[in-house]
């Protein structure tokens, strides 16, 4: 079995899994961090994404030995121990983008990284960058309010370029 | 999924000796395999990871070719600079497979060498006439290359380390959906180059990724939307299936080979 | 001006910083000490004869503890159904058992045959590959015509697949066939309600645990209704009495129905646990939740509305042709039944309606509630007739409905059911003017001018939620009360613990419950917690389906509440030496009238439970109250939807540009919570009418077994959404006017879509197109409708 060494929301992991251990059964079963969920087997729905390496990945669709070296950030690494929300997450409470739940982390993780490739989203490219994303709950229309207003709160917090 | 040894090779020559072993399964990405792990629909006994081999990644643009390493994932094809600039329709074929997460781990080696029929690659590779680099030293034409759902010309053991694509001087392709997995139902790869034009399917064919030879002659001698308005691809060897009949794939390989050709402008 | 806390408040889900931080609690999260894992072997088959089973390698597999079949279950009983339909001759339906594990027979793809129970899920799933099965294949019957066709039988208690054959009204039957005949015109309509799967985002699982020492078993499970599971679990299957079993739902991530039955893994996780004394774990895949999950919908049926000149409608027929499925799920035969042909009236003043529906037992998973639950299926029928009459009598789809809607409330219906209140027309004006149909003809040109075809199309719903008076259903059939119990706890210092036998599982209760009681009392919301999901913590509950949560559940707690007032009130009077009619109560305080004494709420319920100076000699110290409230009727929320979609011709593709809702709920608590609520159930109903479709093969194979073959919506795919509920008639008798607002998107939005896509293609002169409108079917239905078009 082999033996992995990987940094997971800032800490040294080193563990031995089996070959077919997924990311995301490492992440939940291995190191408890069950804010990474499972709502499918086909790579679609995207309750299992985390960032690797700054990136969105579906944890489901990945082998835990693949992620060797690797820096990987789940939900629970984006969140304050405080509790305090996020810009992103505190976007997802104010203008009710959840309901049961269970796809937000994804969801969540899925925005942030959205957000750092594009500031400025349409509405349009913000659902469509949600493809891989599925929420059963709230017809997407909050989540993409909810996205939008976070871009907006990001932009306005950057200090504006000197002329 | 079956369990299976996990090989992780630091060389192309290290993972081709990997290989080597019995039931040995090369994997890229993974987004295809691992679904199919997951399904236990296939158990090989040691899965080679190739996608950490620096020596299959990066985009180079040689004359009048763009060679694009194997495990280069969709994400880097469809951000590329000189990917867009050569070949842009490409760079929008990539920047549409799947999702964004897919796209993060996905490859062009992968798709290619698992010609899944409904896959994008497949028939840029196709319509663009692209040279299929392996490591057994072999330059394999895309013509040559693609053989049927899910077959290749890849020998036991065989990897693709690069594919090479002619630059057209025009080219787009027209994906519509499968509503539910969101591959391609049907997706039309056209290619114009001095010399004529090419014109591949994906997604509707039995035989997987395939030419449309009629279209291609039409559009060789008057690249236009008119010349093949009305012409219709025998409907004989198309899928039929739940989310389409034989009939409506014909139609949509019509559809969207004339707004490919409109596209190009 | 928007309230800022209390009734009427968008007030911040407070449940949302554990799902978006990571730390909610689901059923999977949770892993106890010595934990087994469960893998069921499932049918590949739809109907098989079981002519052996060899466990012996996969007990001797590395890891597996032990291998169940049928056999380790011969003590227990069925999976019991709750709801009993009695048929148009008297007798009661037809109720083959349900097995938890199959006893010789398969029935449906997915039912389980054996199940594996290792030290871990991979080791489980291994081994269950090695266990033989002597299956021998039989027949299967999938199509519900063929089923009730004669040949082959689901299961020999049913010879002709039939589950019972009900009429409704039975009396009014002759008087519609003579109104149907004698009318000036009938409008019919032949017409499939597609079969859906619910796919809630957290697939099923279940823990279950077991005590030798004190003899007590503990389920953790994926519920909608955590008493009504261990009622049916308790009492039908294990014979587990109520105080040697809890039963838990923790943290649920959705159920839109799926969640509310009791299912076989259940009764599973919760007798195996005992077996080996130590706890035993399932966790559903995808895969697994497609072929073991209660399925939706799944109707075929006729319909005929006669009409005299002038288009007021004389008379309803409906047949329908309704899939139960291989086994009965807990309220499955009442769907076609109580909850669709008692809202066969709709909106509309019909004078007279009869139903035949005919429940099937068919190959298949059983079919049972999902979202909206016979509703959708009454709705989609009128509206799509309404819509097709309107085309046949060239009137105005608007004019027509106003033409025939019910004006005068209360309303007794010709279907059993009262409306207590509503006003259509006012949904109507408000969707007409929020979707600019003014304005319509301009886009269409538009449209056209682009070579895509536009149109326009609307739909008027009525649902009975809130369910449900317990005389009522339990007349009609129902094996339980439909009521809701509350306890709400006081503590010393004035805070408060509310014990909710509703559970939420999206639906924010732990927010708009304190609401509720802050609004009430007067005291900040953030003192009060909402408590739900545990046998042990909640004295009753019936749980959270049918919209029915505010409505019966909030009742009950406003009940509750009600009671605490009164007796705080006698407190306070004896603390201030006044006549307790004397005392009022306001924001928090307790006065006494015409002086300015007063005392704090924290004050009075420090004394309940420090009751020094106390009238001990005639009330109790403490201040806790226990209501159940069971509803006087049903709720009757309705609306008025209205869909635009741009359609293109050459691949059939709909896109849906603009959804328009004006609804109805009552009164309401939490506005954004309820725009919530449409917003999620507008796109299940879209994705039923555009894309989502489960479909069998004839051998009864499972072709949509994941998301790659069963569409589900994506952001892409919807539009952002434009909702009302201003035009307000508040509910007239439950005690905060409230109807329920769960189900409404789900129930308006199909035929709103469907009349849409008609419209966009009203010159092809395509009548009619069966849901999903994938872009195959709408081309094809073009394709076809083309040279008659040409011709014209």
């Known amino acids: 079995m082999?033996?992995?060494?990987?940094?997971?929301?800032?800490?040294?992991?080193?563990?031995?899994?089996?070959?077919?251990?997924?990311?995301?059964?490492?992440?939940?079963?291995?190191?408890?961090?069950?804010?990474?969920?499972?709502?499918?087997?086909?790579?679609?729905?995207?309750?299992?994404?985390?960032?690797?390496?700054?990136?969105?990945?579906?944890?489901?669709?990945?082998?835990?030995?693949?992620?060797?070296?690797?820096?990987?950030?789940?939900?629970?690494?984006?969140?304050?121990?405080?509790?305090?929300?996020?810009?992103?997450q505190a976007a997802f409470q104010e203008h009710h983008g959840l309901q049961c739940g269970f796809c937000t982390p994804g969801m969540v993780m899925s925005i942030t990284d959205l957000l750092r490739v594009n500031a400025s989203p349409s509405e349009t490219e913000v659902r469509e960058w949600l493809e891989g994303n599925i929420c059963r709950c709230t017809g997407y229309h909050n989540i993409v309010k909810a996205a939008l207003s976070a871009a907006e709160t990001l932009r306005g917090a950057q200090p504006v370029a000197a002329e | 999924m079956y369990n299976f040894d996990y090989l992780r090779p630091a060389s192309l020559a290290e993972a081709v000796e990997a290989m080597k072993g019995e039931d040995?399964?090369?994997?890229?990405?993974?987004?295809?395999?691992?679904?199919?792990?997951?399904?236990?629909?296939?158990?090989?006994?040691?899965?080679?990871?190739?996608?950490?081999?620096?020596?299959?990644?990066?985009?180079?643009?040689?004359?009048?070719?763009?060679?694009?390493?194997?495990?280069?994932?969709?994400?880097?094809?469809?951000?590329?600079?000189?990917?867009?600039?050569?070949?842009?329709?490409?760079?929008?074929l990539a920047g549409n497979i799947g999702d964004p997460a897919v796209r993060n781990r996905g490859t062009l080696g992968g798709s290619v060498a698992n010609n899944d029929p409904a896959a994008c690659y497949p028939s840029a590779a196709l319509a663009l006439g692209a040279t299929i680099h392996t490591s057994a030293g072999r330059a394999i034409a895309a013509d040559d290359f693609f053989l049927g759902m899910f077959e290749t010309a890849l020998e036991e053991g065989e990897l693709v380390t690069r594919v090479d694509f002619p630059i057209p001087t025009a080219a787009n392709y027209q994906k519509f959906e499968q509503p539910a997995s969101r591959f391609a139902l049907v997706g039309v790869f056209v290619a114009r180059f001095p010399g004529g034009a090419r014109v591949a399917i994906t997604g509707a064919c039995e035989g997987g990724v395939s030419r449309w030879d009629a279209a291609e002659a039409a559009l060789s001698s008057d690249f236009s939307a008119g010349a093949v308005t009305g012409m219709a691809f025998p409907a004989d060897a198309l899928i039929g299936d739940i989310h389409g009949t034989p009939a409506y794939r014909a139609n949509l390989i019509g559809v969207l080979t004339r707004r490919a050709v409109q596209a190009c402008g | 001006?928007?309230?800022?806390?209390?009734?009427?408040?968008?007030?911040?889900?407070?449940?949302?910083?554990?799902?978006?931080?990571?730390?909610?609690?689901?059923?999977?999260?949770?892993?106890?000490?010595?934990?087994?894992?469960?893998?069921?072997?499932?049918?590949?088959?739809?109907?098989?004869?079981?002519?052996?089973?060899?466990?012996?390698?996969?007990?001797?597999?590395?890891?597996?503890?032990?291998?169940?079949?049928?056999?380790?279950?011969?003590a227990v009983g069925g999976v019991p159904c709750g709801w009993q339909v009695t048929d148009r001759h008297g007798e009661p339906m037809k109720e083959p058992k349900h097995p938890v594990l199959a006893e010789g027979f398969v029935r449906h793809v997915g039912d389980p045959i054996a199940a594996v129970v290792a030290e871990t899920r991979a080791q489980a799933r291994d081994a269950a590959e090695l266990i033989e099965v002597d299956l021998e294949e039989l027949p299967a019957v999938v199509n519900l015509r063929a089923a009730v066709s004669g040949g082959t039988a689901v299961h020999p208690e049913a010879p002709d697949n039939l589950c019972y054959d009900w009429d409704f009204p039975a009396e009014s039957k002759d008087a519609v066939d003579e109104a149907i005949r004698n009318a000036h015109h009938v409008t019919v309509l032949e017409l499939v309600n597609n079969r859906l799967v619910a796919n809630p985002m957290e697939p099923r699982a279940a823990i279950g645990e077991y005590d030798a020492a004190d003899d007590q078993h503990t389920l953790w499970t994926t519920s909608q209704n955590p008493h009504v599971i261990r009622l049916l679990m308790g009492a039908f299957v294990l014979g587990i009495p109520e105080h040697k079993l809890r039963v838990v739902a923790p943290d649920v991530g959705g159920g839109f129905g799926s969640k509310i039955y009791h299912y076989a893994e259940e009764a599973f996780?919760?007798?195996?646990?005992?077996?080996?004394?130590?706890?035993?774990?399932?966790?559903?895949?995808r895969g697994e939740a497609f072929m073991s999950d209660a399925h939706g919908r799944d109707h075929v049926c006729k319909v005929e509305l006669a009409m005299d000149a002038e288009g007021h409608f004389l008379a309803l027929r409906s047949t329908t042709l309704a899939n139960m499925g291989a086994y009965l799920s807990t309220f499955a035969p009442c769907i076609p039944t109580w909850l669709h042909g008692t809202l066969l009236a709709g909106n509309y003043k019909t004078p007279l309606i009869f139903t035949n529906v005919r429940a099937v037992f068919t190959n298949t998973v059983p079919v049972d509630a999902y979202r909206g639950a016979g509703r959708p299926e009454a709705t989609y029928l009128i509206e799509r007739t309404v819509d097709k009459a309107a085309r046949e009598m060239g009137i105005d789809p608007a004019e027509l409905r106003r033409r025939n809607f019910i004006t005068q409330f209360p309303y007794q219906t010709p279907v059993a059911v009262e409306y207590d209140s509503g006003d259509y027309n006012a949904t109507l004006d408000k969707v007409l003017e929020g979707s600019d149909r003014a304005g319509f003809e301009a886009r269409k040109a538009e449209s056209a001018s682009r070579g895509k075809l536009r149109g326009y199309g609307l739909a008027h719903y009525i649902e009975a939620c809130g369910i449900a008076p317990s005389s009522l259903v339990g007349a009609l059939g129902a094996r339980a009360g439909l009521y809701e119990a509350a306890t709400v706890r006081v503590n010393p210092t004035g805070s408060i613990s509310v014990f909710t036998g509703s559970h939420s599982h999206g639906q924010g209760h732990e927010t708009t419950f304190a609401q509720v009681v802050a609004d009430m009392l007067g005291v900040p919301e953030d003192s009060i917690d909402i408590v739900h999901g545990d046998t042990n913590r909640v004295p009753f509950g019936m749980g959270t389906y049918g919209s029915r949560s505010l409505a019966v559940g909030g009742s009950a707690i406003v009940k509750s509440v009600d009671k605490i007032v009164a007796k705080a009130k006698k407190i306070a009077a004896h603390l201030l030496e006044a006549a307790e009619s004397d005392i009022t109560f306001e924001n928090g305080q307790f006065s006494v009238q015409g002086t300015d004494k007063s005392l704090a709420w924290g004050e009075v319920c420090l004394a309940a439970y420090v009751p020094h100076k106390y009238p001990i000699e005639t009330l109790e110290p403490g201040l806790e109250e226990t209501s159940f409230y069971d509803p006087a009727n049903f709720t009757?929320?309705?609306?008025?939807?209205?869909?635009?979609?741009?359609?293109?011709?050459?691949?059939?593709?709909?896109?849906?540009?603009?959804?328009?809702?004006?609804?109805?709920?009552?009164?309401?608590?939490?506005?954004?919570?309820?725009?919530?609520?449409?917003?999620?159930?507008?796109?299940?109903?879209?994705?039923?009418?555009?894309?989502?479709?489960?479909?069998?093969?004839?051998?009864?194979?499972?072709?949509?077994?994941?998301?790659?073959?069963?569409?589900?919506?994506?952001?892409k795919d919807l539009p952002s959404f434009t909702v009302d509920n201003s035009a307000c008639t508040p509910c007239t008798h439950n005690p905060l006017g409230v109807k329920g607002c769960g189900e409404a998107g789900a129930i308006g939005s199909p035929p709103a879509l469907v009349n849409a896509v008609l419209d966009a293609l009203s010159d092809y002169g395509i009548a009619h197109i069966d849901m999903p409108l994938t872009p195959s079917k709408v081309w094809a239905a073009i394709d076809a409708a083309r040279p008659a078009a040409a011709a014209e």
């Open chain 1, 2 to 88: 082999p033996g992995i060494k990987l940094t997971v929301n800032g800490k040294t992991v080193e563990k031995t899994v089996e070959g077919r251990t997924l990311l995301v059964q490492l992440l939940r079963e291995e190191l408890g961090l069950t804010g990474t969920h499972v709502g499918c087997d086909t790579s679609q729905c995207g309750a299992c994404l985390v960032h690797v390496n700054g990136e969105s990945v579906k944890s489901c669709t990945m082998l835990a030995a693949a992620a060797e070296g690797a820096e990987i950030t789940t939900i629970e690494g984006v969140s304050s121990r405080d509790g305090t929300l996020n810009v992103v």
């Open chain 2, 24 to 92: 040995a399964q090369a994997i890229s990405g993974g987004q295809t395999l691992i679904p199919t792990l997951k399904a236990r629909l296939a158990s090989p006994s040691v899965l080679v990871d190739l996608s950490g081999l620096a020596e299959l990644k990066g985009v180079s643009r040689e004359g009048d070719k763009l060679a694009i390493g194997a495990a280069t994932r969709h994400a880097d094809v469809a951000g590329s600079e000189a990917v867009r600039s050569a070949i842009p329709a490409l760079a929008a």
């Open chain 3, 1 to 74: 001006m928007a309230k800022d806390f209390g009734i009427g408040a968008s007030s911040k889900r407070r449940e949302d910083k554990r799902f978006l931080t990571g730390t909610g609690r689901y059923t999977d999260d949770m892993n106890k000490p010595g934990q087994a894992y469960v893998h069921f072997l499932r049918s590949d088959m739809a109907s098989g004869r079981i002519n052996g089973i060899d466990i012996a390698a996969a007990e001797a597999a590395p890891g597996v503890i032990k291998v169940f079949t049928s056999r380790d279950f011969e």
């Open chain 3, 269 to 285: 996780v919760t007798l195996a646990a005992k077996v080996l004394n130590r706890p035993v774990k399932w966790t559903s895949d």
């Open chain 3, 636 to 715: 009757y929320p309705s609306g008025a939807y209205a869909c635009e979609v741009e359609v293109d011709p050459e691949t059939g593709k709909v896109e849906v540009l603009s959804f328009t809702a004006a609804d109805d709920f009552g009164n309401v608590v939490n506005p954004m919570i309820v725009e919530g609520q449409v917003h999620g159930g507008l796109a299940q109903g879209l994705g039923q009418a555009l894309m989502e479709g489960c479909v069998y093969d004839e051998n009864g194979q499972l072709i949509t077994a994941s998301f790659m073959d069963y569409a589900m919506p994506l952001a």
